[in-house]
């Protein structure tokens, strides 16, 4: 069962930064694309930023300057560093990745992880 789990969210001060991480496991032949989402209370999911097979990587013009998207392909880990947060930013985080099985691809979402920008 493949399965994908986010960490590192939590309350912070506006101007704060925090270290998301999601790591898929599971029966996994390869990883296509990972990416981060965010949901703030009564709006759609958005993309945050995504890495496409080796590492192009694309962000949000919200997050522009301010978040960067790693990906660490040995160990299935994607990380989202997130400086000079706001409080716009408070979201719940998912994870979502387009993994290879033997027999199939599929895409995968985490549960998320709160974010919180508040003083």
């Known amino acids: 069962q493949v399965q994908l789990l986010e960490s590192g969210g939590g309350l912070v001060q506006p101007g704060g930064s925090l270290r998301l991480s999601c790591v898929a496991s599971g029966p996994i032949l390869s990883i296509n694309t990972m990416a981060w989402y965010r949901q703030a209370p009564g709006k759609q999911r958005e993309l945050v930023a995504s890495?496409?097979?080796?590492?192009?990587?694309t962000y949000a013009d919200s997050a522009k300057g301010r978040f960067t998207f790693t990906r660490d392909v040995a160990k299935n880990r994607a990380n989202l560093e997130m400086n000079n947060l706001k409080p716009e930013d408070t979201a719940v985080y998912f994870c979502?990745?387009?993994?290879?099985?033997?027999?199939?691809?599929?895409?995968?979402w985490g549960p998320g992880t709160q974010v919180t920008v508040s003083s």
């Open positions: 890495i496409i097979g080796g590492g192009r990587t």
């Open positions: 979502n990745s387009e993994i290879r099985q033997l027999g199939s691809t599929q895409i995968y």
